[in-house]
């Protein structure tokens, strides 16, 4: 079935373009309200943006924010979902294509290629999004959820690979960990205001493989 996304790269290339459903303008309208969110927030801070900063970030109305979004925090909801859908589709294609023993730094690498451009907006919204559920728990809930779902997929694909090689609870430890390094990395990033060298990330990558291979019994 054909989405707004597929129809809109069709028109480009088309010489009559199809008009938009109600229902694609309704949920390009809403990307693009995420948008001027995600610049916002990066940019300003949660608590410092208000909706009108927003409104004119995205090029609309404050009344055409309230109608998609009825709060600051539905809007964190929003980038949350709209966040873990892009990694989850990130995810699958990195797991499919990637050979057995490289299935996880595949996942790193995909990651550090897709967000390079904005890379530097993305952890600092990132690290804003994460603060605000410390604070916030339906925030804290939304984040958690999320990434129990990036979780999953992974933990499923190194079980696959190594059937019956983790002993109860050791696979989703060593997760932890990765998640611990690679976001330590990411803040590392935000304070020293450059991107991550090639050695280091050559460093996480050989940490990642010695995490998620087992010990042979």
Known sequence: MENYVTRQAKNASSSKPTPLSRRDRSQLRRLQILHGARVCFSR???????????????????????????????????????????????????????????????????????????RRDYVALMLEIAAEAARNSKVRELLLAAQLRGHTIIKKRIEGLHP????????????????A???????????????????????????IKLLLTPRAR
């Open 164 to 179: 019956k090689a983790w002993a109860k609870g050791e696979l989703d430890l060593r997760l932890r960990l990765v998640y």
């Open 44 to 118: 300003i801070g949660f608590h410092s943006t208000s909706m009108a900063q927003i409104a004119h970030s995205a090029r609309m109305s404050v009344g055409q924010i309230y109608r998609h979004f009825p709060s600051k925090e539905s809007l964190i909801a929003g980038i949350i979902e709209d966040d873990i859908n892009r990694q989850v589709d990130l995810l699958q294609t990195a797991l499919n294509a990637a050979p057995t023993g490289e299935a996880i730094t595949s996942v790193a690498h995909r990651m550090d290629h897709e967000y390079a451009p904005t």
């Open 181 to 207: 390094v690679t976001q330590g990395i990411a803040s590392q990033e935000m304070m020293e205001s450059r991107p991550p060298s090639r050695k280091l990330l050559a460093r996480r990558d050989e940490l």
